[in-house]
């Protein structure tokens, strides 16, 4: 969602902030603007101290063209991408907003739940406001506090104190030229220290190229950075010892390589990253995983009644492949639960219960919510996380990184596989301390090993799936059919095709497609059915033929060495063999592939999917 960057240091801002955008356009924004502040002396009327200002709608591109033509001198500032909750995408509606007398501008991602009513109040005292957004309310409430104390921190500490609601936030001011103020409830900010020059930001991205060293706000605290400080207070002004972090992802890795984009590239990356999700946590001659990032629940994981899994989108799909594993090998009860229902609801948790969340980013509003109500009942909770430093993966009593490195591309495609070689690594581990065998443990961790050289083999027939896609692009819907573990592939390819081609995808259950779903099936609906040879492909031969009687188009994800399922779908892609209970990570690639052809079949970036953002940082 909206990306926030600021410089503050001894370079020129602009294009240090306009590169940060530009890292920032996968979280997905529909404008962009920056605020520099003048470098010649300080306060309203000093020549140059202006803060000056640009702003477009569109990319960021378009906002690098329209400060071009302007003078926006300055070596401290602050950049948004703007993913519009209020207020349509704009110019006015796009931030970084003002107050009446221009001397102070705010960038911010959240929303303030009470901005109406402090409208109200602002306007009844002669405030004009420009925008449609919540947020522009944080500029007047500055401007009046700053008239009461003139230090910036301590006016947007008081500010804060009037806002409800959610916000990462950062401010600049003419009057204190050389300081961004950034604060944090609920919506990340990240601090990067460098040499002479700090920076602010929404996430670590647009600030690898510049230092690695960080400092991640909590929520409830505020910094004050300049060149060469940063100091943390929470709202009620007591001082944060915080140490720094090093980030080890490096800024190539963001980069897209080579390759037309970035859904591609982490597609191709399959391999790599399993073996990266992987290395140094089996001992297959055991039939153990390792995973350190558990110890300090072990006990808790021993005792476990019941585990509960929340996430959202891509993330939830896989935890319903985690769920299969868990109770198959670990004997556990699990059940698996849109984030965004649990907080709201009244689950039934106790000591004995592990709540665990599955999500890429760390930062989905709603997966963070419910894994707070978790521990606010008791539960122990567990983070699968693929960003190192990021909430989840801080706030949760422990957790297993994805490894699987940064993933731009707002489709989920990397982290959907390395979450699910996560929750097999897992299942190893409370499945060996439970009922699984030393044979089927030994089978599991063969197998895992397996997969990389497997992907890789499918990725090899890219071109097929190039051509399969173009056979399909001319359908406008879409069924995909899957049982038992590949339930899930059934919903997660649907949901790739869904976000990037705009083809009106579903995904079903086989058992249930005769309840409702049959009724739509005719020659202009396909169906891509996932059908490796397990234990349920016989019922997954009889749906084909079911679809088959009713003239539906029929293209079948089957195992190598099938003879059968030719004679009966249309088309056939063929994947390696594994074990069952990882065959949705083989299944799930070539359906990667087919969304991203599809695609690009229909003349659309998979990249830019329209409305989506990377990272859902909102309710
Ligand atoms: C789909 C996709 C989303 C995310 C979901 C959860 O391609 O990317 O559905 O999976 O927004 O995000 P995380 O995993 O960051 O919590």
């Known amino acids: 969602m909206c990306g926030i960057i600021g410089y503050v240091g001894k370079r020129e801002a602009l294009p240090i902030i306009l590169d940060g955008l530009h890292r920032l356009e996968y979280r997905g924004y529909d404008s962009a603007g920056v605020a520099i502040v003048g470098t010649k002396g300080a306060g309203?009327?000093?020549?140059?101290?202006?803060?000056?200002?640009?702003?477009?709608?569109?990319?960021?591109?378009?906002?690098?063209?329209?400060?071009?033509?302007?003078?926006?001198?300055?070596?401290?500032?602050?950049?948004?991408?703007?993913w519009a909750t209020h207020g349509k995408p704009a110019e006015k509606n796009t931030h970084p907003h003002a107050d009446c007398t221009k001397q102070f501008y705010i960038v911010h991602n959240g929303i303030i739940e009470n901005h109406e009513e402090l409208r109200e109040e602002l306007k009844k005292q002669k405030h004009v406001f420009k925008s449609e957004t919540d947020s522009e309310v944080i500029a007047h409430l500055l401007e009046d506090a700053y008239k009461e104390t003139p230090v910036l921190e301590q006016a947007v500490q008081s500010t804060l104190r009037k806002l409800r609601g959610t916000y990462g936030l950062a401010v600049v001011s003419s009057y204190e030229p050389e300081k961004i103020v950034t604060a944090r409830m609920g919506a990340p900010i990240v601090l990067g220290l460098g040499?002479?020059?700090?920076?602010?930001a929404s996430d670590a991205s647009p600030l690898l190229s510049h230092t690695r060293t960080v400092l991640y706000l909590e929520d409830g605290e505020m910094a004050v950075v300049t060149p060469t400080t940063h100091t943390i207070v929470t709202l009620d002004n007591k001082a944060v010892e915080r140490g720094t972090e090093t980030i080890e992802w490096d800024a190539d890795r963001m980069q897209k390589g080579g390759f037309p984009h970035f859904t591609l590239k982490e597609i191709m990356e399959g391999p790599e990253v399993i073996e990266n999700t992987l290395r140094g946590r089996l001992i297959t001659e055991d039939g153990l995983a390792k995973l350190g990032g558990l110890q300090s629940i072990s006990e808790k994981l021993r005792e476990a009644k019941h585990i509960i899994i929340v996430a959202c989108g891509t993330a939830f799909h896989a935890a319903r492949v985690g769920e299969y594993m868990l109770e198959e090998y670990a004997g556990i009860p699990v059940e698996v639960e849109f984030a965004s229902e649990f907080r709201y609801r009244k689950p039934v948790l106790d000591e004995h219960t592990i709540v665990i969340a599955v999500s890429q980013s760390g930062e989905t509003a709603d997966t963070l919510e419910a894994i707070r109500e978790a521990k606010r009942k008791g539960a122990t909770t567990l983070g699968i996380v693929n960003v190192v430093g990021s909430t989840i993966a801080r706030e949760t009593d422990a957790g297993i990184f994805n490894h699987a490195g940064p993933e731009i591309s707002v489709l989920s495609t990397k982290a959907y596989i390395s979450q699910l070689v996560v929750l097999a690594l897992l299942t190893l581990t409370l499945g060996r301390e439970r009922e699984l065998s030393l044979t089927m443990g030994k089978k599991i961790a063969e197998a895992l090993q397996e997969l990389p050289k497997k992907i890789a083999t499918i990725l090899k027939q890219e071109k097929e799936i190039k051509k399969l896609a173009k056979k399909y692009a001319k359908y406008e819907h879409m069924l995909y059919l899957g049982r038992k573990y590949n339930f899930a592939t059934a919903y997660e390819g649907a949901l790739k095709v869904k976000e990037a081609s705009y083809i009106h995808a579903e995904g079903c259950g086989a058992g249930e497609m005769k309840h409702g779903f049959i009724a739509m099936i005719d020659k202009e609906f396909p169906t891509v059915a996932i059908a490796p040879e397990d234990s349920v492909y016989d019922k997954m031969l009889?749906?084909?033929?079911?679809?088959?009687?009713?003239?539906?188009?029929?293209?079948?994800?089957?195992?190598?060495?099938?003879?059968?399922?030719?004679?009966l779908a249309d088309d056939v892609f063929y994947i390696p063999k594994t074990i069952e209970m990882l065959s949705p990570i083989l299944a799930v690639v070539p359906l990667q592939l087919f969304a991203y052809y599809l695609t690009l079949e229909r003349k659309l970036d998979p990249d830019r999917p329209r409305n989506l953002a990377k990272s859902v940082t909102v309710e």
């Open 542 to 567: 009889s749906n084909i033929q079911e679809i088959k009687a009713r003239s539906g188009r029929v293209l079948a994800i089957a195992t190598e060495g099938d003879t059968r399922i030719g004679k």
């Open 195 to 200: 040499e002479g020059e700090n920076f602010v």
């Open 44 to 82: 309203p009327n000093a020549e140059g101290g202006r803060v000056k200002t640009s702003r477009a709608v569109g990319k960021v591109a378009m906002l690098a063209s329209s400060c071009a033509g302007k003078t926006l001198d300055g070596t401290a500032g602050i950049g948004h991408t703007r």
